[in-house]
């Protein structure tokens, strides 16, 4: 069995769910189109990342990353870290020859998303960005179904991303600082619905939208709206808060076709809603249960019905990564490469932009 050294940097909530997939997908996608093995994981608190080493299976634990990127051992290496961090080491890692995996949003704006994008392409090496929601089984039946014309002509697409964890004025993380952040809920959150309406439904070609942050004293925004307009003629809103009391990790989109509708909600992240508006008298929306043996993934999981959970999509995701390094095959369409983490970034700083000037501002791709 061919191995990969890995090479992890971070070990909180990204370096716990990836570390997790890395081990997991060992024996669960068996045999795993390469053995994954955990080499090395760093972190700036090297009391806490010396515990994630011993956890988690890692041959040794450091405080410097660059000690990932000098070690010969390791050929992919997984940037889990805060958005201040994705930059550099990413591209170091790719200048060392590694294969890259860096977890979202890319950069923390359009222009750093696109250095890292075009300086880690340059490399020729495999590159995903971690927009883990493309791996979910019912996302990937919605878009399998989509793609083979059953919904008919796209109208809408409205997607939301629905948290109330930072709605405490007194909680203090990387997340809430803009040199570490970037943005807000727009980065976070709002970056994953933007990806899963271009993976679903096409690039976006307009948006008019706006950001607002709540919480006194916050200098990131709290929540951001969006009306927007994709390629393919259909139009539909983009939105996010962590702010949404009551919500706590609610990403629900909903897709309506000329011959009929999807809907999802990830916190009942086995099901898809599906309506066919094939005049059947017994009309409505009806739950699928994503478990079917012929159902996206489940060729590595259990019988009919034994539901998975939210860890189990970074399995996939990570499958998917390994299967494109042991086969050279593309990382896209499936998984998203750094350039789609690039046109998250690009329309998320339309938003921005949009809000700023009140202005329907027009999509635009560099390079
Ligand atoms: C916090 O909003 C967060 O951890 C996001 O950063 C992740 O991308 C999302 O999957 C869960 O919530």
Redesign the pocket.
């Known amino acids: 069995m061919e191995e990969i050294g890995v090479g992890m940097l971070g070990y909180a ?2 370096g716990k769910a990836h570390s997790n997939a890395f081990k997991k997908l060992a024996y669960m996608t068996w045999p795993p189109p390469l053995m994954p093995k955990l080499v090395g994981i760093a972190g700036r608190d090297t009391g806490a990342v010396g515990e994630a080493a011993e956890r988690y299976g890692y041959d040794y634990a450091t405080g410097d990353w660059r000690d990932l990127v000098a070690d010969e051992r390791i050929g992919l290496f997984d940037n889990g870290g805060p958005n201040s961090l994705h930059a550099e080491p990413t591209i170091a890692a790719a200048e060392a020859g590694k294969h890259v995996i860096c ?2 949003p890319l950069g923390r704006d359009a222009g750093e998303s696109y250095e890292i994008w075009q300086r880690v392409a340059a490399t020729g090496v495999k590159h995903l960005c971690a927009f ?2 493309r791996f979910v089984p019912a996302v990937r039946l919605a878009r399998e179904l989509i793609e083979a014309g059953e919904l008919g002509e796209i109208r809408h697409f409205r997607g939301r991303y629905l ?1 109330d ?1 930072a709605d405490d004025a007194t909680l203090d993380t990387w ?1 809430f600082h803009p040199d570490e952040a970037g943005s807000g ?1 727009l980065g ?2 709002g970056t ?1 619905v933007i990806d899963l309406g271009r993976f679903l439904n096409g690039e976006i070609t307009s948006v008019s939208g706006l950001v607002k942050t709540f919480i006194p004293g916050r200098t990131v925004d709290d929540a951001l709206e969006a009306a927007v307009e994709f390629e393919n003629g259909s139009v539909g809103t983009i939105e996010g808060t ?1 702010l949404a009391l009551g919500r706590r ?1 609610a ?1 629900q989109w909903e897709i309506n076709g000329s011959k009929g509708s999807l809907a999802f909600d990830m916190e009942r992240l086995n099901e898809l809603q599906v309506f066919r508006a094939d005049g059947d008298r017994a009309r409505g929306f009806k739950t699928v249960l994503v478990s079917e043996t012929d159902h996206p993934f489940w060729e590595h999981w259990w019988p009919p019905g034994h539901i998975i959970g939210w860890g189990d999509t970074f399995v996939h995701e990570l499958h998917h990564m390994l299967k494109a390094i042991a086969d050279d095959t593309d990382v896209a369409p499936y998984g998203a490469t750094f350039e789609d983490g690039y046109r998250a970034s690009e329309v998320g700083d339309a938003i921005l932009r949009s809000g700023a000037s009140g202005e329907r501002v027009q999509i635009s791709y560099r390079g």
């Open positions: 909530f990204m977890e979202k883990n929601y948290q964890w997340r809920a976070d959150i994953h962590r990790n990403f």
